[in-house]
Each structure stands twice: as structure tokens, then as C-alpha cells.
């Protein structure tokens, strides 16, 4: 993959050189229809089945913009803190490649909906302002397959099917200006703006934002300059990076390369390049387009984009809350570690814990029900965690029982196996199942005497004052009376029995 090209510590590549990045994210819109048409954008459905001669470019056939599309491009811009324009239009890119069978997209070229934007993240407690360059609306391409050969890319293959059902579904393009200044935390700059980008996207509601089925995508763009210089260095670009690991490896990989190609004297080809997972590698795809090689000119067919203050206005007020700024919020009001509140992004729970906590439950008992036990019945199941079968509300009513004393951890996750089978509420379960404690003095003292005469030796220990000891013969009583006893009472009442 790497071509005669030795890599460069990457130590040694931020001690010689400055980063420059640029990040191209397209995402896919879930609206009903596509963007100049009325076919519909389900995923998975079979190949070639949702097209027509609007998106197959027929002759004769006329497109009309989507107007949930251009709704979604507004609100994406104004969450990106851009300027939206008061009159855009949609331009022609002409190129000729078997996934666009109009031979041409639809696209916006000098004239987009949303400019001069930003995005701040974070990364190890440093703020990076990410400047956006621009949010623009386009369609999507058709889906190529390549069959046979050993990479499942063109070359080396025996022939290629095409999918025309994505061709023509509303893509939001966002591209940054030039990330400056990151130096060896470019790959994790980076991968953090993805990442945050995505999580505003899915805030916003107008996209899933699954890099894994593609409904999100990263293309990087990515060049080394001397240390010192202001002109920045020939870059390349890594297309279709679809993973946050994945937009962070393909950043630290190329400053390697780069630098390897430019310590042995040699000049940086201006290319689109192919990420590789398994590696983490990236391979030479084709020489860089510029605009001018793509021919733009207004597209004919379609009127100007033109919309007033007023709505736009309407739709600043629908934007929800910075997701960023929602994390630090909720975990100031939670009480959360740093890496408490990591843990839980990080496994997807939160709005599952926002939710829990909303319902009554303490939040650090919402998150451990969620972190412990649900996921790991995720897990098990293969699915994400919202689809284990248990909502929020329930959490929060077994965390309910729980603080009453009427069942305890151990029991719960009982419940939680009869919220999945659909045995009923937690009440009800606890009731069909017999899981309520004991806390009957009668039953609970039979238990400990019992215990105490099966361990006379922990006894005595207990009778010489090593109180630590009783906790052989409360696990004893619990055994007994299959963890349905109040372990509490069970303590009182061995350490009065034995005083």
C-alpha cells in the first residue's frame, strides 16, 4: 500500500513540519423523497426499484427541489453558525462516471445556501475553532459494486453492477476552511470535529448520520508544510472515510507519508486517495480535480433558492440545544466524572440516562442500569442499546422498587429478564415472579440461626468482636432465602444474636 515510500515517525513529522487539514463531510437527508423527484429514499430496498426519469435523467424529465431539503440545508447551516444566503442557485458539475447516469450532478457550486460558519470542539481540554467554508445542497450518486478481483475496487475486477436507487437522494456537503495550528493533534482534531458534527447533525433530526451505511461520509483532505512557512504544502485527499477511528487514522497515516515523500526529496501528487481499514493505509485513487475541470455552469432547469428573513428566522427557532453545550450541562448537573460522561456518550446511553433520570431515577442509578446490565444484553443480542427492549420509564420504575426496599440489585436483574420477555410492568413482574424481599423478622431469624449453626467457627469470630466476619453469614442467609432477604435486617440480626 505504502509504494517505496518509507513513513516518518509521526513524533518526527509535527517536530519538522505544520499540518494543514480539510474536511469534507457529505451527508445524506432523510427526507421521503429525493432531492429533484418523487422516488422514494428507504434503504436496503432492491437494487434499481426506486428510480425514475427524473433520476435516471431521461430526456424530457424535469426536476423540482425538494423542499424539506432545503429546509434541512437552512437549519444545518444556521447550527454551523453560518450565514444563509439571501438568493443561491444550483449549477451543473459535469463528469462522466457510470453512478450519475445524468452524466452530470446537481450541485451547488459558487453560490451556496450557507457560508462563512464555525464549529468549536475540544480536545483535551483545548477548544479548536473549526471554520466552515461552506454547507451546500447536492444529490447523491448511484452505488457501484465491483465483482471479482481481490479488493473489490475496479481494477482487477470482472464487471460492475450499479444501484441507481441512492442517485438522486438530497445530500448537505459541509466543508471547512483550512484547520491550522492543530500540530500533533491533527488526527484527533479531526476526528473530533466528525464527531461533533455528527452529533449535531442527529440533534438537528434531519439525517441518521450512520457512517456505516454510508448516510454520513468524510472525504480528508490533508498537506504538510515546512515549520515556518506560511504556504501551505500539495494536498491530497482520502475519500469516503467512514468511521471517527477511521478519520483519525487516515490523518496520522498521511502526515507519515507525506513527510516520507517529502524527506526523500519528492513532490506531493495532488490525488484523491483509497482508505484502507485493515491497515489503516491509504493507496493512490486519481489525480485531484479542480473546479474548472468539472465545467459548472447554472443549472437551467431549476429556479433560484430565494428564502426570506422570516423563515429563516422561524427555522433558528426549531434548532435544539448545542449538543456540546448539552453534554457539559448535563454533566455539571449530574455530578458525572469526566470520565463518567465519556463512558456514557461513548456507549451511546445518554439520551437513554437524560430520559431515565426525567422518569425519577437517580442519575447515577440510571447510568449504571444502562452501562451494566442493558448493555451487556445489548451486546449479547447484537443491538444497539435503545433496541434491548426495555425503555427509560422502566428503568426507572425497577430503580423505583429498588429504592423502596421491595426488591434489590440482584433481584432486579430479574425484572429486567422479564421486561424483555414482556411479562408485564416491573410490579407486575416482581409480583408474578415472588421476587419481593423478606423482611419479616420471623422468617429472616430462622434463616440467620440456621446459618449460624452451619458456621460455628465464623460465629465464635463474631462473638471475639471481628464484626467483618458476618458478612460469610449474611452471603449464607441470602443463599437460603435466594437473595430475597433484607440484607440489612439479616446484619442486625446476627450481630444481636451473637453479642
Given at each position: ?7 516518518v ?20 437527508l ?54 444563509i ?20 450532478q ?57 444501484d ?31 464527531s ?20 454520513m ?24 472515510v ?30 484523491t ?6 491497515d ?14 468539472y ?48 463512558d ?28 451494566s ?21 422502566q428503568?426507572?420504575?425497577?430503580q ?32 408474578a ?15 440467620v ?23 460469610a ?8 432465602m435466594?437473595?430475597?432477604a433484607?440484607?440489612?435486617?439479616v446484619?442486625?440480626?446476627i ?5
Open positions: 500500500m505504502t509504494a517505496n515510500v518509507e513513513l515517525d509521526f513524533d518526527e513529522v509535527v517536530a519538522t513540519y505544520d499540518p494543514a487539514m480539510g474536511i469534507e463531510v457529505h451527508v445524506e432523510h427526507t421521503a423523497t429525493k432531492m429533484f423527484c418523487g422516488c422514494p429514499t428507504t434503504f436496503g430496498a432492491e437494487p434499481n426499484t426506486q428510480v425514475c426519469p427524473t433520476c435516471l435523467g431521461l430526456p424530457g424529465a424535469m426536476p423540482v427541489v425538494n423542499g424539506k431539503a432545503v429546509e434541512s440545508a437552512i437549519r444545518i447551516g444556521l447550527a454551523l453558525n453560518c450565514q444566503a439571501d438568493w443561491c442557485r444550483f449549477a451543473r458539475k459535469n463528469y462522466f462516471y457510470p453512478d450519475m447516469p445524468k452524466n452530470f446537481t450541485s451547488q457550486y459558487d453560490e451556496p445556501i450557507a457560508f462563512d460558519g464555525w464549529l468549536d470542539v475540544e480536545v483535551d481540554g483545548e477548544t479548536y475553532r473549526v471554520g466552515i467554508e461552506r454547507a451546500h445542497m447536492e444529490e447523491d450518486t448511484g452505488k457501484t459494486t465491483h465483482i471479482g478481483g481481490a479488493t473489490g475496487r475496479i481494477h482487477g475486477a470482472d464487471y460492475s453492477l450499479v441507481y436507487n441512492r442517485a438522486g437522494i438530497p445530500l448537505i456537503e459541509i466543508v471547512t476552511k483550512p484547520i491550522l495550528g492543530a500540530g500533533e493533534k491533527a488526527p484527533e482534531v479531526a476526528r473530533a470535529y466528525v461533533q458534527l455528527r452529533d449535531l447533525i442527529v440533534a438537528l433530526d434531519v439525517s441518521d448520520a450512520r457512517m456505516d451505511q454510508g448516510s461520509r468524510a472525504d480528508v483532505n490533508l498537506s504538510l508544510a515546512p515549520k515556518g512557512t506560511e504556504k501551505l504544502g500539495t494536498r491530497t485527499e482520502t475519500k469516503n467512514n468511521s471517527l477511528r477511521s478519520v483519525e487514522r487516515a490523518v496520522r497515516f498521511e502526515m507519515s507519508r507525506h513527510a516520507g515523500v517529502l524527506n526523500a526529496g519528492g513532490s506531493i501528487l495532488q490525488e486517495r483509497h482508505f484502507h481499514e485493515d489503516g493505509s491509504t493507496s493512490p485513487g486519481r489525480p485531484k480535480s479542480d473546479a474548472e475541470d465545467r459548472y455552469f447554472p443549472e437551467p432547469d431549476l429556479v433560484p433558492v430565494a428564502p426570506s428573513r422570516e423563515w429563516v428566522e422561524e427555522l433558528r427557532a426549531t434548532l435544539p440545544e448545542n449538543p456540546a453545550q448539552k453534554r457539559a450541562r448535563l454533566q455539571a448537573d449530574w455530578g458525572f466524572s469526566d470520565l463518567e460522561m465519556r456514557t456518550v461513548g456507549a451511546g446511553a445518554l439520551e437513554l440516562v437524560e430520559e431515565t433520570v426525567a422518569a425519577g431515577a437517580a442519575p447515577q442509578a440510571a447510568r449504571k442500569w444502562w452501562l446490565e442493558l448493555a451487556r444484553r445489548a451486546n449479547d443480542a447484537g443491538v444497539e442499546l435503545s433496541g434491548v427492549g426495555v425503555s427509560p420509564a428503568v426507572a420504575a425497577v423505583a422498587l429498588v429504592d423502596a426496599g421491595t426488591i434489590n440489585d440482584k433481584l432486579a436483574r430479574q425484572v429486567f429478564d422479564g421486561l424483555v420477555a414482556g411479562e408485564g410492568t416491573p410490579e407486575e413482574i416482581v409480583a415472579r415472588g421476587l419481593e424481599i423478606v423482611s419479616d423478622d420471623g422468617a429472616l431469624s430462622a434463616a440461626d440456621k446459618a449460624i449453626a452451619a458456621n460455628p467457627d465464623v460465629a465464635d469470630k463474631i462473638r471475639d468482636g471481628k464484626v467483618a466476619a458476618a458478612g453469614l449474611i452471603g449464607a442467609v441470602m443463599k437460603e435466594r437473595g430475597q433484607d440484607a440489612g435486617r446484619r442486625e440480626l450481630l444481636e444474636k451473637l453479642a
